[in-house]
């Protein structure tokens, strides 16, 4: 167990390497000089000047590197272009509601046990069906049309903005029921795909089989013997949900005009904020990374198979 | 034996191929779904006559009706137009990811796969690449190189070659073992004669259908960069493009953004059912674990 650990470790902290070098190098993309797109059109050449003394961008790349990495190690991502205070303080701030995550977890995975149980028959097809359908609408669009039957049609729940939590419960919820649904129905959609599969795979296996003879209830067999083995399976795609929950709150937090770290990013995007996107893209795969780290040392605690692989 | 004799249970088999694919129901909904996408674009210019740019000051706003099958938008163009045209952007879009993913990440798989050497520093680089959010990206590649069709299709791309890599490899690490290629090498195949001709042919089934995903994806995110500002620079319509122009009227007009996520859904839904339907027909293992 001890080996495996480290050796996990080791290959996360060369991945982490590359995320980095990776965030850092998006800026070397930009054709000509960023201190001029950062300035903007009506800049002069004494504010462009300006900018890159700011910024180090006069420096050698590997200076510019040396210099991110130095203050990474003392947790200071650079100073944020547009929002003028510092890239670290700019993303804690506003991460995001959890909301749709929840969602996901419960809905998927009970839409993919049941469809598993009642396998081939009508509630398996619907499922399977509004599954496949979650997967292919694009989550944005979803949002906007929910805004038009929810808020505009009917006027039952709001079309945008955000209460905090700690102001009202009940509001906050209420603001985030649209695009939380509208967010998590595309990872619904593979939570309940891979979880029937799964699960399918799963009752076909012996020990289902003894349990069932030995006369145990179906709901034991199920939740018991069963589901265990599923959510070992669902630890190990949590990262995958959970990045791809990132990827579509950065649309979806700007149809509904939410304070996240979606929209976040999606502005520093449009005003060539250079050193938040570089934070906010080190900051998400980061988290990535780690939350997966951690998965598969809890999954080789669980499973012992895959240490000695 | 004659030629014919040696012939027809060939042609039996292609046949019977063809049946196979035909009445199985995944793909064959898949197909046609894809089909209508692709004439759609092919006969955009027959489907729908009126410019898809044109602008109209007397006809804005008007709800789908006769004349206008999806209605106008704010500046009085028609949104059929829009969206037939749109398909054109978003398939050109969709194809050209796919070429480009597909062979970057085919090639990258299959040097990690074959050369042991090669495999530790390549699929940690894949893995990093995979480690950020999908979209925030693709975003932040577009936000560097500039908005346009050309550096849309470069993120989508390098978002989805290293999940292309993954799955080249894994089927070239079990083939690598297999007599055949012993046989080759024996023969005196050179790496490359053996990579091109004996490996890459093998690994095609997860490959199409790895692809066909990858088409699907790329749809997607070419709408949600566009809707946020990143996509191919307007005029010309994208079905990102028509739900972003129409996001401001959602109360006044929401058939602006209605019909374009529509066909974007029926794109998508298509060619997931494909991507669903070719997995069973490729892989004989799933097929009989269904039944």
Redesign the interface.
Known sequence: MGAYIVRRLL?TI??LL??S??SFS??Q???GDPAVVMAGLAATADQIQRIREQFGLDQPFHVQLIRWYAGIAVGDMGQSMTLGRSVGKALAERLPALVAFVMTLVIGLGAGILAAIRQNTWVDQLIMTLA??G????S???G??F??VFA?MLDLLP?GGYVPFAQNPKDWLVSLLLPAFSLALLQMGLLARITRSTMV?ILRQDFIRTARAKGLPAWVVICKHALMNVMVMVATIIGIVF??M???S??IE??FSIPGLGRL??SA??T?DYPL?QG??LL???M??LINLAVDVLYAYLDPRIRYD | MTDAAVQAPALMRRRSAWRRYATHRLFAAGAILCSIAVLLAIFADVLAVRSPERTRISATFQPPSDTYLMGTDNLGRDVWSRVAHGSRVSILIGLATVMLAGIAGTLVGLFAGYYRRLDEPLMRLMDALMSFPALLLAVGITAALGPSATNVVIAIAVVYAPRTARIVRASTLVLREMDFVMGAKAAGATDLRILLRHLLPNCLGPLVVQLTFVFAYAVLAEAALSFLGMGPPPPAPSWGNVISDGRDYLREAPWICLFPGLAISITVLGLNLLGDGLRDLLDPRMKIQES
């Open positions: 290959v060369v991945v590359l995320v070098l990776i998006i800026m993309l930009v054709p496949v359908i997967v292919s609408m694009p944005f669009w979803l906007l049309i805004i038009i505009v079309a795979e990045s791809l990132l990827s579509g950065i649309v700007t149809v990013m999606a995007i449009l060539r996107i906010g893209l998400t795969a980061a990535f990374v």
